[in-house]
């Protein structure tokens, strides 16, 4: 994992220097931007303090404002989605890392894994096992769910993305789009339309812990997405095998000429990539308990940008990226846009979300973490 | 060091044509590399010398000819076997690893070898060659300076424990100070036992350093002979520059990728 | 999922053009149908001059939508357009089941069978309900339409079928923008020729405000839309009578139908501490809020309440919804009879379950049962049989009967038709899910409270 980008002599963001007409735009939207965050949250503080003070009820005279449990409970759900924003993001990160495209069905891989641990689940709820020994269950939804994802994933690559090495990077990524159809018109005509649900899990994992309150679904959530992140470190970091991947990622040629077998190496990040996504679509099981086709689709659009706002490539930047929408969005609507009187905010979190995006790309354009890449290496 | 004329060749080019495409890249070429011996081989832009490289390594097939490493025909080989074999390259401009560590960048050289104990020994080794580089181990490798860069290079090819180093153009890209430097570490490590097959196109310089050279022309092996021999021949301007005065730092053509 | 569907409407639309071509090829080796269909619908004066012929058989209608021929041994062509795919469609596929049934009930109209065509989807979305009527539309021999389920489709499917002259009947829109707000204003999305046998949502709402303010005894309440008109239109109904019962609303807001994480919507109507919740949407955002709201501080013993778009087994099967109440159409239909077919609803249900294997998911079925026959009747009013054993019918006349219905006994109760379309019953129960697989069947029956205007 990189810490920092290198001193590659890459022009920061002239914010403050404006030099051409773009720039002068650009400064002039950022500068908007924070504006707005800036009222919008010391509205929020207003709201806070006193939802009768008269700066809270300029900005919405309908203002409540939120009690601190309320507001603890927004933060935690929004880390828990964004965990899984980040576990997803991996994929989409690792890929665009060694093949330099985006792998637009990586959210159909997370369907996938989800859909998995349902059919799993349901198996194991049937035969008793589930309620009587819900973690050994857990664990092994777990297993057979990365196994399946990682196996889509990999045959995915074997299938669409190998014949296509070597052909204009719009070429895989437009492949990667029909994928993704296929994949979650396989998911209707395999399992029907209609949503189905994980069993009913224990009351400890529903019940609110005395620490912080938070559920237990979302404290297991927050920890295995933690340590599944831990453990993807350790694996590209440590070992031979994630030396080869970053190997791959910077100089397949030269790779290669270490004695790496590149296609291998490829087929292995798609495995890991597929594996984090199966794992990430357990945890989605076990905190919504539904599934449905396109389950995929929004988490796996919102994991892409998470991995483009923590710098495309870079993993550390993709767990931070996920984090940073997932609480974005769920903190966004009420922290910044209710208070400032737009209605229906709720509504928005999906806009909050991509406009955080936007935000991150108008500022660092090579996002949180990222580097700036040379021209020729855009897709 | 003397060549070992009357032994089999270690790295061998027999009749070897290559093609990209419609160009006919190189047309009959037979080279043989002894154990021990520093041979260079020169060219102009396009002459095929990078053609040369990949074919040996196995990046390109050969159309007809064969290549030959100690002993055996790899022509249906990959590049991982060879390299397994004992060949291995110094690329053009480096080309480490950047966003790496300087020690991963050396780990990976040796990437096909299980001897955690000759790798640790290995490594204590390009330390003592290269004393800089040992105090550079946790930086990124792209944080190093060009000969910085260098001593990595060749240390990571060092790693795979090669009986025979190709070297793709050297000085390519480095300042004049460096490229002295960079020629005094090739002989250095020749000293030490390598087998060093280098090609360049700075001819003086490396004529300075080799036992012998070819020198190739549109493909073609035009000159063969010992580095005095060539240094002292008048044909060696005329039909490796081919008249033209371009410098050796020119991009290669286009015919010839890479 | 959007894209999914831009796809989609992208095929129909493509399947459109093909029938289209089709059509037109026909032309030149087949124009007895079309001149025949032209002149009719075109020349009042040679309807007029065969009017002594046709004596013996009055109809309805002045010809001024235009008149369509069926030729000797052809078939009247209806169309089912419900939504028989996706998240909705155990709502969509008994209701297009019970068009099927009501045609077989209620046999030929003078003598000429009824075809109903393929079942048109209308994907419960405005770009599903406009990508179908097209193709509708685009075969003129078409009269009338059973559909659409989903008010969001009949948004855009109502006004382009109903400029073709066709009516449209539904047996699952509720939104009152579709008819009228049952006190003389025509709805913005109401359109001449549409008509429905499911109830206005403001019988609805006025029915769950009624029961949460009356009976549950509760004065502050939020309710939760997704944006579509039905469940926007519901909820807003909802609001309006429950401010108008003397309750609070303390607040009203919207979700996507594609959210998981449902707390910062929750949280947000937890700021204002209500009683009750009512959240008149679909699955799986149903699912979600179902499941998340008692972890929300401040929801943890509000009480929960949902509408006929979430009734049903599959819902009334999770674990979460244990407990809530649901507002619905009344299901108990008892011994109403259809009097053009003189069937009971337990000779549909035996009829029903002998052809699908199932019984239906959804109430509506009656619904669409009704639906159908109605405009069965209405097209042999407004038909006759010319000398040379064609059928004509005036389309203005399958309108003025529709208009005219009065006392129609149906599966569901009563029929009247008022002046904006809307032809239901309005009697609608909440019942309470008993929790529990087992006990979805009989909590759908589980009638707590019920309303009649």
């Known amino acids: 994992m990189d810490e920092g980008a290198p001193p590659s002599g890459a022009p920061r963001p002239r914010l403050l220097r404006p030099r051409t007409r773009v720039d002068w735009f650009l400064t002039v939207i950022r500068v908007a931007v924070l504006i707005v965050l800036a009222v919008g949250f010391m509205a929020f503080i207003a709201q806070e303090i006193n939802p009768d003070n008269p700066f809270a009820r300029w900005a919405n005279p309908d203002a409540t404002g939120l009690t601190g449990a309320q507001f603890r409970g927004l933060v935690i759900s929004g880390i828990a989605q964004g965990s899984m924003y980040g576990l997803i993001a991996l994929g989409y990160s690792m890929v665009y890392g060694v093949l330099g495209f985006i792998n637009f069905a990586h959210g159909e891989v997370f369907m996938v894994g989800a859909m998995t641990g349902m059919i799993t689940s349901n198996k194991l709820a049937d035969v008793g096992l589930w309620e009587s020994n819900f973690i050994g269950s857990l664990v092994f939804i777990v297993v057979v769910s990365i196994i399946v994802s990682s196996l889509t994933a990999v045959v995915m690559e074997r299938v669409a993305y190998r014949p296509l090495r070597g052909a204009p990077r719009l070429i895989p990524l437009i492949t990667s789009i029909g994928v993704s159809f296929f994949l979650q018109n396989a998911s209707v005509v395999l399992l029907g339309p209609a949503s189905k649900s994980y069993p009913n899990v224990p009351d400890w994992v529903k019940a609110k812990h005395t620490f912080l309150q938070i559920e237990g679904a979302k404290i297991l959530v927050i920890v295995v997405a933690a340590l599944s992140m831990a453990a993807l470190w350790y694996y590209v970091d440590r070992t031979k095998t994630g030396k080869a991947m970053r190997a791959v990622a910077e100089d397949a040629e030269i790779a290669s000429l270490m004695g790496i077998d590149v296609n291998r190496t490829i087929v292995k990040v798609f495995a890991v990539g597929g594996a984090m996504a199966g794992m990430a679509g357990i945890l989605w099981g076990i905190l919504f308990r539904s599934v449905i086709h396109t389950t995929g689709f929004l988490p796996g659009i919102k994991a892409f940008s998470a991995a483009v706002v923590g710098g495309i490539g870079h993993l550390g930047g993709a767990m931070a990226g996920g984090l940073s929408i997932g609480v974005a969005e769920s903190v966004g609507p009420l922290l910044i846009l209710e208070p400032l009187g737009v209605s229906g905010v709720s509504q928005l979190r999906d806009a909050v979300a991509f406009s955080m995006l936007i935000i991150v790309l108008l500022v660092r354009p090579a996002g949180l973490f990222g580097e700036r890449l040379p021209a020729e290496d855009r897709a | 060091m003397s060549s070992s004329v009357g032994r089999i060749p270690l790295l061998e080019m027999r009749k070897v044509n290559a093609h990209y495409g419609a160009v006919h890249a190189l047309r009959d070429v037979d080279l043989s590399i002894y154990e021990g011996e520093l041979v260079c081989l020169l060219g102009g832009n396009a002459s095929g010398k990078s053609t040369t490289l990949k074919t040996l390594l196995g990046m390109l097939k050969p159309t007809s000819g064969e290549v030959v490493l100690d002993g055996e025909v790899v022509n249906d080989r990959p590049t991982s076997y060879r390299v397994a074999r004992g060949i291995t390259m110094v690329p053009e401009n480096r080309r480490l690893f950047k966003r790496l560590t300087v020690r991963e960048n050396l780990q990976l050289g040796a990437y096909l070898r299980k001897d955690s104990d000759g790798i640790a020994a290995d490594l204590e080794r390009v330390y003592e060659l290269f004393p800089r580089v040992k105090e550079r181990l946790g930086q990124k490798a792209g944080t190093l300076s060009g000969g910085e860069q260098q001593m990595v290079a060749i240390g990571r090819a060092l790693m795979s424990q090669p009986r025979v180093l190709l070297m793709d153009e050297p000085s390519m890209g480095l300042a004049p100070a460096l490229v002295q430097q960079n020629f005094e570490l090739i002989s250095q490590i020749h000293e030490a036992g390598m087998t060093v097959f280098m090609v360049e196109q700075n001819a003086n310089m490396a004529l300075g350093i080799a036992d012998r050279g070819w020198v190739l022309q549109t493909g073609r092996v035009v000159l063969d002979d010992t580095a005095e021999a060539l240094l002292a021949n008048p044909a060696l301007r005329t039909s490796y520059l081919g008249g033209s005065k371009d410098s050796g730092d020119a991009a290669e053509g286009s015919g010839e990728p890479g | ?453």
């Open chain 3, 1 to 453: 999922m959007r894209m999914n569907k831009k796809l989609l409407a992208l095929l129909a639309a493509l399947f459109a053009l093909s029938i289209f071509a089709a059509a037109c090829g026909d032309d030149g080796d087949d124009e007895t149908t079309d001149t025949a269909a032209a002149p009719a619908a075109t020349e009042a004066p040679a309807e007029a001059a065969d009017e002594p012929e046709e004596e013996m058989m009055e109809h309805l209608g002045d010809g001024s939508l235009g008149v369509v021929q069926v030729e000797a041994g052809g078939a009247v062509q209806i169309r089912s357009l419900n939504a028989i795919t996706g998240d909705v469609a155990f709502f969509g596929l008994p209701l297009e089941r019970s068009v099927a049934l009501a045609i077989e009930d209620y046999g030929p109209i003078h003598g000429f069978d009824v075809d109903l065509g393929t079942g048109l989807d209308d994907l419960c979305s405005n770009d599903g309900g406009q990508a179908a009527a097209q193709i509708i539309v685009a075969d003129e021999d078409v009269l009338g339409v059973i559909g659409t389920s989903c008010s969001g489709a009949a948004v855009a499917a109502a006004p382009l079928i109903t400029d073709a002259g066709m009516v449209l009947i539904s047996g699952g829109n509720t939104s009152p923008a579709l008819t009228s707000d049952l006190a003389g204003t025509a709805g913005e999305n109401y359109s001449v020729g549409y008509y429905r046998t499911a109830h206005n949502d403001l019988f609805q709402g006025a029915a769950m405000a009624q029961f949460v303010f009356g009976e549950l005894g509760l004065t502050t309440a939020a309710a939760i839309h997704d944006g579509d008109p039905y469940t926007q239109g519901l909820a807003q109904a909802f609001a309006d009578a429950f401010e108008a019962e003397g309750g609070t609303v303390t607040g009203f807001t919207a979700v996507n139908k594609e959210d998981t994480d449902m707390v910062p919507v929750l949280t947000e109507v937890a700021a204002g501490a209500p009683e009750a919740l009512f959240f008149p949407i679909f699955q799986p955002a149903g699912d979600f809020i179902a499941d998340q709201a008692p972890g929300v501080s401040g929801l943890e013993n509000t009480v929960l309440l949902a509408a006929d778009g979430l009734l049903n087994t599959n819902y009334l099967a999770l674990p979460q919804t244990a407990g809530m109440y649901f507002s619905g159409p009344d299901t108990r239909f008892g011994e109403n009879v259809n009097q053009s077919t003189g069937k009971t609803a337990q000779d549909f249900l035996a009829a029903y379950e002998e052809q699908w294997g199932e019984a239906p998911a959804a109430p509506f079925w009656a619904h669409g049962y009704d639906a159908t026959t109605l405009l069965l009747d209405a097209i042999a009013a407004a038909s006759s049989v010319d000398a040379d054993g064609n059928l004509n019918v005036d389309r203005q006349g399958i309108r003025d009967h529709l208009n005219s219905v009065e006392g129609y006994s149906g599966l569901i109760g009563t029929i009247n038709c008022d002046d904006f379309g809307d032809c239901g019953a309005a009697r609608i129960t909440v019942v309470q899910n008993l929790g529990g697989e087992e006990n979805a069947e009989a909590s759908m029956d589980n009638v707590v409270f019920s309303f009649a205007p």
